[in-house]
């Protein structure tokens, strides 16, 4: 039995030093140290020996297996060494190379083209005002000269909020009620631009969305002529979509100007000759008129003093006439592949 003894420590020496990885280490020690191992079944067989030969052969056995097992160890530190540095060589970065940037992100295109559109009015000497977006029946509609039995007021167009107590509250419609709270917060004049989410209750197509963002103006002044209102129309047109477009003022009805008039812009594909896309020359911008003697009233303004212009634009329907988009939706679905062409803006 010393001689099988010597023999397999001999053995798992030379198996534990030609291991080339940690799995075959593993198997190594199994045949080597396993209960089924040469050297397992020499300590089974201690227990049929004599006293005196037992203690000698149980001495030798331990002395193996604890020889075998630091070999084992040994071997095993060695190869983890070798692992790790296997993966820090896999991990190494070369400082030397140029970093890699990621892709520069941009603004959402109607976020470009609010900030662009109160700008201009900024730069004329507008100031922002904003509102909430849940709004009383009193500012959104009453204050806005419209009747009671106007369209606008069922549930067919507008969207109201089911709050116990408070039957009057909806989803602001437009952004005009902020001009009936700037009014009411102080006298003229009053030189306001109001961006923000308005709601309605329609089926989104290719150009139409159920949410979509305004800009309103609001000029109130003494001597404030429709002549100003066209001034400053122009001069918006020019500066969102270049200095040779064009604007058109046809008559139109809203209930809180008087006159009031739709306006068009030369067309962005034809330039006011005519094409598929416009069919006439133009395209249909925005609402706008003087503001009505009512309105005025409603807010403790003297009408018979202060004259004033407002008007209001989709910021939806100045993106897609701007960047030639032929689907209203494709703002508002976030499809990166669309927000790309925008990275530049």
Same mark, same amino acid.
């Given at each position: 039995m010393l001689r099988t003894l010597e023999a397999e420590r001999a053995r798992g020496r030379e198996l534990f030093a030609s291991a080339g990885s940690l799995e075959e280490l593993e198997a190594a020690n199994i045949a080597v140290l396993g209960r089924k191992s040469p050297l397992g079944e020499v300590q089974r067989a201690l227990g049929a020996l004599e006293e005196g030969q037992r203690r000698e052969l149980g001495r030798a056995?331990? #002395?193996? =297996? $604890? #020889?075998?097992? *630091?070999?084992?160890?040994? =071997? =095993? *530190?060695?190869?983890s060494v070798d692992v790790e540095s296997a993966l820090l060589a896999a991990d190494a970065v070369d400082m030397t190379l140029p970093g890699r940037r990621r892709p520069d992100g941009s603004l959402h295109p109607l976020t470009v083209v609010e900030d662009e559109i109160v700008g201009l009015f900024l730069r004329l000497g507008y100031r922002v005002a904003e509102g909430p977006e849940i709004e009383d029946d009193w500012h959104n509609f009453q204050a806005l000269n419209i009747p009671e039995d106007h369209p606008a007021r069922t549930m067919k167009d507008s969207? @109201?909020?089911s709050i116990p107590g408070h039957p009057e509250l909806l989803l602001r419609t437009e952004t005009s009620a902020v001009q009936i709270r700037t009014m009411l917060s102080q006298p003229p004049p009053v030189y306001i631009v109001a961006p923000g989410r308005v709601y309605r209750r329609e089926t989104p197509d290719p150009t139409h969305l159920a949410v979509f963002h305004q800009v309103e103006a609001l000029v109130v002044d003494e001597g404030i002529t429709f002549a100003d209102l066209k001034g400053t129309l122009e001069a918006m047109a020019k500066g969102l979509f270049g200095e040779d477009r064009r604007i058109r003022f046809t008559p139109? @009805?809203? +209930?809180?100007?008087? +006159?009031?008039?739709?306006?068009?812009v030369t067309c962005f594909r034809c330039g006011g000759?005519?094409? +598929? $896309?416009? =069919?006439?020359?133009?395209? #249909?911008?925005?609402?706008a008129g003087m503001v009505h003697p009512k309105v005025l009233e409603n807010c403790g303004y003297d009408s018979e003093r202060y004259t004033g212009f407002a008007f209001g634009l989709g910021i939806e329907r100045v993106a897609i006439l701007k960047y030639e988009i032929p689907d209203i939706r494709l703002l508002i679905e976030g499809d990166v592949r669309f927000l790309e062409r925008f990275r530049a803006a």
């Open positions: 056995v331990n #002395e193996a =297996r $604890t #020889e075998l097992a *630091d070999a084992f160890e040994a =071997r =095993r *530190d060695a190869l969207l @109201y909020v139109s @009805y809203f +209930p809180f100007v008087e +006159p009031g008039a739709q306006i068009g000759v005519g094409c +598929p $896309t416009c =069919r006439s020359g133009w395209i #249909e911008l925005l609402g």
